[in-house]
């Protein structure tokens, strides 16, 4: 077993306090490979960010959990080495097995997510709480879920949401102790996050869900999961380029900032980031057939991802400039 604290990483406990008291949310990015991992660490250090950086369980099968560790300890290399102060936590997303959670854990992971929302609420208390006693004995801190959110996203598949219930949040939290809690308030995984027809608008998140859990327990963290925006300018250039993403909308930037300046004080990312990358592969490979160094499409890939986080951080999650 390693400690997440050997490996320089954060739990999320005094980031999501620091979030919250100055009116932002951290950025959770997802990440698969080398490459969306030095895109992430240097736009946040450049932005001066604190950062979440998210495994989902498919990426640490593609990645291999024992290179996964190392790479994360490469990634704090490079920012102690460059005199960074930005806190960075390693966080499972959606864990959906205690002996996931566990595994993570034990592999340095500082934060985990279990992920019991579609279970009965009797049986996801009861998974969320072995979870948090496991890991709160190693100072890991633990995400858990209520409500329901629509849409595909690696192993996470839903036809439907549902709205998380603010009459449950007290005793869910009570119950099981975890430190933070994401919540269905109409974000939604994947590309198309919304079916719209022509002229039609956004529909609005439920903010008044989000108020009312405010209420019932001021001052805890609440996560945002599915807040991709699903950049139009990119989905333009993926579908110039011979893609198919016609109809693929995500959430509007002005809804996530104001969401980030209530309890919200996580924002999961992890669409946008596929889209850039694919987006300028596919433009690099339509313009120049021929090219078949991966160097050469994988490293502007790389710059127009960190690109896009530096722009996130500062112009919709609040966070940048704050370490």
């Given at each position: 077993?390693?400690?997440?604290?050997?490996?320089?990483?954060?739990?999320?406990?005094?980031?999501?306090?620091?979030?919250m008291i100055n009116g932002y949310a951290v950025p959770a990015y997802n990440f698969n490979n080398m490459e969306q991992l030095q895109a992430i660490i240097s736009g946040c250090m450049e932005s001066h960010s604190p950062l979440i950086l998210q495994v989902s369980k498919g990426a640490r099968k593609y990645a291999n959990e024992t290179l996964?560790?190392?790479?994360?300890?490469?990634?704090?290399?490079?920012?102690?080495?460059?005199?960074?102060?930005?806190?960075?936590?390693?966080?499972?997303?959606?864990?959906?097995?205690?002996?996931?959670?566990?595994?993570?854990?034990?592999?340095?992971?500082?934060?985990?997510?279990?992920d019991g929302s579609s279970l009965p609420f009797e049986e996801n208390t009861a998974l969320t709480k072995r979870?948090?006693?496991?890991?709160?004995?190693?100072?890991?801190?633990v995400e858990g879920e209520l409500g329901v959110l629509s849409g595909i996203e690696d192993e996470v598949s839903h036809e439907k949401s549902h709205y998380t219930n603010p009459d449950d949040v007290e005793e869910f939290l009570e119950?099981?102790?975890?430190?933070?809690?994401?919540?269905?308030?109409?974000?939604?995984?994947?590309?198309?996050?919304?079916?719209?027809k022509p002229g039609e608008e956004f529909p609005p998140l439920r903010f008044d869900i989000l108020e009312e859990i405010e209420k019932r327990v001021p001052g805890f963290p609440i996560v945002l999961h599915g807040a991709s925006s699903v950049l139009q300018e990119y989905v333009k250039m993926i579908n110039e380029n011979g893609g198919n993403l016609e109809g693929a909308v995500g959430v509007p930037e002005d809804q996530l900032r104001k969401a980030a300046k209530s309890a919200v004080c996580k924002i999961n990312i992890d669409t946008d980031g596929r889209l850039v990358v694919t987006a300028i592969v596919r433009k690099?490979?339509?313009?120049?057939?021929?090219?078949?160094?991966?160097?050469?499409?994988?490293?502007?890939?790389?710059?127009?991802?960190?690109?896009?986080?530096?722009?996130?951080?500062?112009?919709?999650?609040?966070s940048a400039d704050r370490y």
């Open positions: 077993m390693i400690s997440y604290k050997e490996l320089g990483l954060s739990n999320t406990k005094e980031m999501f306090k620091h979030a996964l560790r190392y790479m994360a300890q490469g990634a704090m290399e490079i920012i102690k080495s460059s005199n960074s102060k930005i806190p960075v936590a390693l966080h499972l997303d959606h864990g959906d097995s205690y002996e996931l959670c566990v595994s993570c854990i034990e592999h340095g992971f500082s934060s985990v997510m279990i979870v948090v006693e496991y890991a709160h004995g190693y100072d890991v801190t119950k099981t102790g975890v430190d933070s809690l994401a919540i269905s308030i109409g974000t939604s995984h994947g590309a198309y996050k919304f079916k719209l690099i490979f339509n313009e120049n057939p021929k090219e078949f160094d991966p160097r050469k499409y994988l490293g502007p890939a790389r710059e127009e991802l960190k690109k896009m986080i530096i722009r996130k951080n500062r112009e919709v999650l609040g």
